[in-house]
């Protein structure tokens, strides 16, 4: 039984916990483009960011999206399309698009301000229990307690906690412990030195447990067993998919399509994209017609294999064959998706998954190079 007051038992333990760490930020914290601000816009941008993401890879994205959406104001009036071409590369897009439509809400609902009421920030899409902490503690010093990948590592080490930290009791008792860690004022803080030790001492894979400031209150430490715990995740089963991407040509053009809600990538570019049947053996042309057909209205007559990429979505491990076609008609359809024609310099207008982005640039290159090949049978 995990027990918070063998750990913290009094308010003297608390402030001893909270004096040495904050002692440890004073001179390890990270400096990075959104710390020093209490803008709750800023603060949100980059909490969202980081939702699954590392911070080394979220900087630039960071810095470029403050630069051309600087306000709540003008992410709620951009256009989805520069909202998404803004993130691309940052994979999650469902974040950007939940983003955007919060923005929509604080402008209209909020005066273009951002809330400070605890429910109301928990309703806006794409806010959970701890961006709302994150943003309410670092924006408006509102004690709110965080947990994320890092704390939760963090804290399930400082009191040795035994079980799965993300099943509902760890939850329950891993939340109680980032409140009662807060201090009255200052806790946007405290809960980014919290951030920090477990991301740069208290580290999944080698903890440097003698440089840690909270060494002598660790349980884990006491009984070293640092590497046990957090327990580990069951390993994830991954399926192999089979996709396959059609180039359809039309006078120096390529056939784009737009995918709808609910779909993967929704509000994103794409170049036709579709599951076909697993291999051994060569994709069958007429699934690459059917597909094209079906998502585009549009008939078309396969050629080449172009490319081969693979890549990982969540649980899936995809190979992605990319073909040429050339087009034949099109007509329109009740189911067909939105299309439009783009030739290959205008690809950088158009928000693409990174699949979509790799493609795009092997085209824009041959336009500078030999003359395709088109209608020949595929090659394997
Ligand atoms: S003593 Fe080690 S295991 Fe405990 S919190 Fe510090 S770095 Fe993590």
Redesign the pocket.
């Known amino acids: 039984m995990t027990d918070l007051r063998e750990i913290l038992p009094d308010a003297a333990s608390r402030r001893l916990l909270r004096r040495r760490l904050m002692a440890w930020y004073d001179t390890h914290a990270r400096k990075l483009p959104w710390r020093g601000t209490h803008d709750p816009y800023a603060v949100w941008v980059s909490e969202i960011m980081l939702q699954q993401t590392q911070v080394g890879a979220v900087v630039g994205y960071f810095e470029r999206f403050m630069k051309a959406l600087p306000t709540v104001e003008a992410l709620a009036k951009a256009d989805e399309h520069e909202v998404l071409r803004l993130w691309e590369g940052l994979g999650y897009y469902r974040r950007a698009r939940q983003l955007h439509q919060a923005a929509k809400i604080i402008a209209t609902e909020h005066g273009g301000r951002f809330p400070s009421d605890p429910e109301v920030v928990r309703r806006l899409p794409g806010i959970g229990r701890y961006t709302a902490g994150a943003i309410l503690s670092i924006a408006f010093d509102a004690q709110e307690p965080i947990l994320e990948a890092n704390t939760l590592r963090?804290f399930a080490?400082?009191l040795a906690y035994p079980d799965d930290p993300r099943a509902t009791e760890g939850q329950r008792i891993l939340w109680a412990m980032a409140e009662a860690v807060l201090p009255r004022h200052d806790c946007g803080r405290l809960n980014q030195a919290l951030m920090d030790l477990g991301s740069m001492?208290?580290t999944v894979r080698s903890?440097?447990?003698e440089a840690?400031p909270?060494?002598m209150l660790?349980r884990?430490?006491q009984q070293g067993r640092?590497l046990e715990i957090p327990r580990p995740k069951g390993k994830r089963a991954f399926e192999s998919v089979r996709e396959a991407a059609v180039v359809v040509r039309r006078n120096g053009r390529v056939l784009l399509l737009r995918w709808p809600e609910g779909r993967r990538w929704a509000g994103l570019w794409d170049f036709p994209r579709f599951s076909v049947s697993a291999g051994p053996g060569p994709v069958d042309p007429r699934e690459l017609v059917e597909n094209v057909q079906a998502l585009t209205g549009a008939t078309v007559l396969p050629g080449v294999r172009i490319t081969t990429f693979a890549h990982g979505v969540t649980r899936f491990r995809i190979t992605l064959e990319c073909f040429e076609a050339d087009f034949i008609s099109q007509k329109k359809t009740k189911t067909q998706l939105e299309t439009r024609w783009a030739s290959p310099s205008q690809f950088e207008e158009f928000p693409l998954n990174s699949t979509g982005r790799k493609l795009a640039k092997i085209l824009q290159k041959q336009i500078t190079q030999k003359p395709r090949k088109v209608g020949r049978k595929i090659e394997n």
């Open positions: 963090l080490r400082l001492v208290c903890p440097q447990c840690c909270l060494a660790c884990a430490n640092q």
